[in-house]
Each structure stands twice: as structure tokens, then as C-alpha cells.
């Protein structure tokens, strides 16, 4: 069974460009979570996609933004990128009724740079 | 609000000494404990996963022990490898997931 996968694996962009990262779960898991894991704050949450809706979310400013698609693939995209938005940004998903319920798996991450 | 606190924050051990890694939790709501190793600049791999109701998991060279009550949890890592070399993370799973700030090991060959 495939794990959990993120693409680009790698990317760098420049302040006030915005950037999309892409998740897919393991199959059959329906939840999927994005994760900002930095030096200076460590991994904080950001937010928790079920079904399509957003579920939870972390305190990120509104610049930060997610969806999800029926075969539960999610996207996260970021506006008006920042010096600090360079992280390792991390999807985690889980099976169903609730992610925080469940063994969560991580993909490798995307290592975003910001230039 | 929940806050997960990991000490010591490095670990440095020689090969074969059994590790003892700590994590506490300041609310005991919790619905499960988990935790992970980390490679530099990788993602996570799930180690154990401890419920609520459960006071400790096995899997190899590896336990883990929760306690509620006084908001603890230890990852016993016996026999330690240099493979064994990760940060190691712990994670609440309360209205949403805590992380600690984890523990960086190294074992010396």
C-alpha cells in the first residue's frame, strides 16, 4: 500500500509569489492535516481537511489556505509569500471519523524556500 | 490549552545503552498519545500509538508507557543502534494535535 505523498518535494520562490503544495493520503484514509515544521517554532498545526471540509484549523494568518477534493487529495496554498513562510511543510492523513482519533502517517514533506 | 514538553531536548548515548526519552502534557484530555522518529529533513514515521485507555505499547526494541494522571509519557528505546540517530517526537491528540518540541538522539558507535 502507497504512503503518503507530497509534491514538489523541493521548491524555491520569491517574497509575494504564491505557491501550491500537493498531499495525497494513503487510500481509503479520508482525513488529511497540513503541518509547518520550522528551526525557530517547531511543527505547528495548520489545518485538518475530512470529507471535503475543513475541520480544524491552526493559528496561521488567512494567507494560508487548503482544500480538499473528492478522492481526498488535498492542496495547500499560500499567498504572498514571506521570508518566514521557508519551512518543511508536512501532510499527515489518517483513516476516517476523525483524524485526531486515528494513527496519522506523514508524507516526506515539501521544503519550501523563500528567497 | 494543551502544551507538550519533551526533555531533554538532546541525547547523546554509546551504542548499547538503553535510551529513556520523556514527554509531558499540561491537560489529560487526550484521546491518544503517538510517537515518531524524524530524519533531518524528512517526514515522520509513526512509532507507537498509545490510547487513552491503554497504559503502554511494545514493538521490537521499543515501549512506550502513557500515564494521564500525571500527564507523562516515556519511550524506552533498549539496546540503542546508531541507526537509532533521529529526533524523536511526541504528539497529544486532543481537540487537535499537540507536538512536542522533540528530542534530538545521537548514538555513538
Known amino acids: 500500500k502507497a504512503g503518503v505523498t507530497q509534491t514538489p518535494r523541493y521548491l524555491i520562490k520569491t517574497r509575494g509569489q504564491q505557491v501550491t503544495l500537493s498531499c495525497s493520503p494513503i487510500?481509503?484514509?479520508?482525513?488529511v492535516s497540513w503541518y509547518q515544521q520550522t528551526p525557530g517554532q517547531g511543527l505547528q498545526f495548520l489545518f485538518e481537511?475530512?470529507?471535503?471540509?475543513?475541520?480544524n484549523k491552526g493559528n496561521f494568518p488567512g494567507r494560508f489556505s487548503g482544500r480538499q477534493f473528492s478522492n481526498s487529495r488535498s492542496e495547500m496554498n499560500v499567498s504572498t509569500l514571506e521570508l518566514g513562510d521557508s519551512a518543511l511543510y508536512l501532510c499527515?492523513?489518517?483513516?476516517?471519523?476523525?483524524?485526531?482519533?486515528?494513527?496519522?502517517?506523514f508524507g516526506p514533506g515539501t521544503r519550501l524556500t523563500v528567497t | 490549552k494543551q502544551e507538550v514538553t519533551q526533555i531533554p531536548a538532546a541525547l547523546s548515548v554509546p551504542e548499547g545503552e538503553n535510551l529513556v526519552l520523556n514527554c509531558s502534557f499540561t491537560d489529560s484530555a487526550i484521546y491518544n498519545l503517538q510517537w515518531f522518529r524524524q530524519d533531518p529533513g524528512k517526514g515522520l514515521t509513526s512509532l507507537l500509538l498509545?490510547?487513552?485507555?491503554?497504559r503502554e505499547q511494545t514493538s521490537g526494541r521499543l515501549n512506550a508507557s502513557l500515564d494521564k494522571s500525571s500527564g507523562r509519557s516515556t519511550l524506552y528505546i533498549a539496546a540503542s543502534q546508531p541507526g537509532d540517530s533521529a529526533t524523536y517526537l511526541c504528539?497529544?491528540?486532543?481537540?487537535?494535535?499537540?507536538f512536542g518540541g522533540g528530542t534530538r538522539v545521537l548514538v555513538k558507535p
Open positions: 498509545i490510547q487513552s485507555s491503554q
Open positions: 499527515a492523513s489518517s483513516l476516517t471519523g476523525g483524524g485526531i482519533l486515528n494513527e496519522q502517517y
Open positions: 487510500s481509503g484514509h479520508r482525513s
Open positions: 481537511y475530512f470529507s471535503e471540509t475543513q475541520r
Open positions: 504528539v497529544a491528540a486532543g481537540n487537535k494535535l499537540t
